[in-house]
C-alpha cells in the first residue's frame, strides 16, 4: 500500500495554477519581445553577432551577479563541475549555450527583416521536430521518449506553417524576393531545432545543480562562443561604426534571464507540458502584436497569420500527445512500486 499523500488546499492549487499559465503566456511574450529587441539592434549597428554578444553578455554579467551573492547557487555550480569530473555528466553536457547563442544571433540577423511573427513560426517548427529525435535518443532528463505518429504529424503540421508563412512573406513570388525569404526563415528554422537539445541538456544540468546554476553556465558557454565569432567578424569588416543610445534596445538579456527565473518557479505550478504549450502561446500571440503595432520589413499577411494558427495547433497537438504518454508510462511503474 502506498502512502497517502496531504491533500493541497483546491482553492490555493486553482489560484497557482492560473497565475502559472497568465506567467507562462508572459514568458512567451517576453521573448517575442527579445526578438523583436535583438533584432531591432542588429539592425540600427548592421551587426547581428554583436546584438547577441550584448543580450548573451548582459543576462550573462546578471546571472553571475546573482550566483556571486547566494551560497546555495554556487554550491550548485560546484556540484556541476565535480559531476563532470566525476560522471554522470559529461563535458558536451555544458555546450547547449551554443545552440541559445545562435538563436539570440538568428534574432539579430533575420526579424528585423522577417518579422517577429514569421522567426516564431520557424523556432516553434524546428523545435517541435528537433524533440522527435531529442526525445527519441533520450538525450533529456526523461529519459528515451517514442515517436508517435500523432508527434510526427504535429511536426509536419508545423512545417506546413512555415512554408506559409514564407509565402507570406514573400508574397508569393517565386524570384529573389521568395529565395532571400526561404533563406531568412530558414536560419531561426536551423536555431529551433538546437532549442531542444538545448533544452535537453540543460534540464540534465539542471537536475545535478540546480536551474540558476545550469543557467548561468548556458549563458557563459554561449557568450564564449560568440565572442569567438564575433572576433572573427571584427577582424573582417572592423567594429560596428555606433551604438544606438535607446536604453531598451540593451534588455534583450534581461529579459533571457526574467523568461528562466519564472519558467524554473511556475513549472513547479502547471508542470512543464502546460509551461511549454502557454510559453509558446505568449510567442504567437506577442509576435503578432508586436508585427501588427510595429511592423519590421514587410507587413504582416494573412497566410502569415494562418501559418501562425496552424503553429499553435501544432505545438497543442505535440503536448497533449506527449502527455498522454508520459501518463501512459507512470501507471506500470507505481503497480510494480505497489506489489513491491
Not at 502512502?3 to 514568458?27: E, K, N, S, Y
Not at 533584432?39 to 551587426?47: K, N, P, Y
Not at 526525445?135 to 528515451?144: E, M, T
Not at 544606438?244 to 529579459?255: K, N, Q, R
Request: aromatic fraction near 6%; glycine fraction near 16%; charged fraction near 15%.
Amino acid at each position: 500500500m502506498t502512502a497517502d499523500r496531504p491533500a493541497r488546499p483546491r482553492g490555493r492549487f486553482d489560484l497557482q495554477r492560473r497565475i502559472g499559465v497568465l506567467l507562462g503566456l508572459c514568458c512567451g511574450a517576453g521573448v517575442a519581445v527579445q526578438a523583436r529587441i535583438n533584432g531591432d539592434l542588429g539592425d540600427r549597428i548592421d551587426d547581428g553577432i554583436a546584438a547577441a554578444v550584448i543580450s548573451f553578455g548582459s543576462g550573462l554579467i546578471l546571472l553571475a551577479i546573482v550566483c556571486g551573492v547566494s551560497r546555495r547557487l554556487r554550491s550548485g555550480l560546484g556540484e556541476i563541475r565535480r559531476s563532470v569530473r566525476t560522471g554522470p555528466l559529461r563535458w558536451w553536457h555544458l555546450l547547449g549555450g551554443l545552440c541559445g547563442a545562435f538563436f539570440v544571433a538568428c534574432q539579430g540577423l533575420s526579424v528585423a527583416t522577417i518579422g517577429v511573427t514569421a522567426f516564431t513560426i520557424a523556432v516553434v517548427a524546428g523545435q517541435l521536430t528537433s524533440g522527435l529525435v531529442v526525445d527519441r535518443l533520450g538525450v533529456g532528463p526523461a529519459g528515451i521518449t517514442p515517436v508517435t505518429p500523432v508527434r510526427l504529424g504535429a511536426a509536419a503540421l508545423a512545417i506546413g506553417a512555415v512554408c506559409l508563412a514564407v509565402l507570406g512573406r514573400s508574397g508569393g513570388d517565386s524570384g529573389s524576393g521568395a529565395g532571400a525569404a526561404y533563406l531568412l526563415i530558414a536560419l531561426p528554422a536551423l536555431a529551433g531545432l538546437g532549442l531542444a537539445w538545448q533544452q535537453a541538456v540543460n534540464g540534465r544540468v539542471a537536475t545535478v545543480g540546480g536551474p540558476v546554476p545550469a543557467t548561468t553556465i548556458n549563458f557563459a558557454t554561449g557568450t564564449a562562443g560568440l565572442l569567438v565569432v564575433e572576433a572573427v567578424q571584427i577582424a573582417r569588416i572592423g567594429w560596428p561604426s555606433g551604438f544606438p543610445t535607446e536604453p531598451w534596445l540593451y534588455f534583450g538579456g534581461a529579459i533571457g534571464v526574467f523568461f528562466i527565473a519564472v519558467a524554473a518557479l511556475i513549472v513547479r505550478w502547471i508542470g512543464v507540458l502546460l509551461f511549454g504549450l502557454t510559453s509558446v502561446s505568449g510567442q504567437l500571440i506577442g509576435s503578432v502584436v508586436l508585427d501588427v503595432l510595429a511592423p519590421a520589413g514587410t507587413r504582416l499577411s494573412v497566410l502569415t497569420i494562418v501559418g501562425c494558427v496552424l503553429t499553435l495547433v501544432a505545438a497543442a497537438i505535440a503536448v497533449v500527445a506527449q502527455g498522454r504518454h508520459t501518463g501512459s508510462d507512470r501507471k506500470p511503474v507505481e503497480k510494480r512500486r505497489t506489489r513491491a
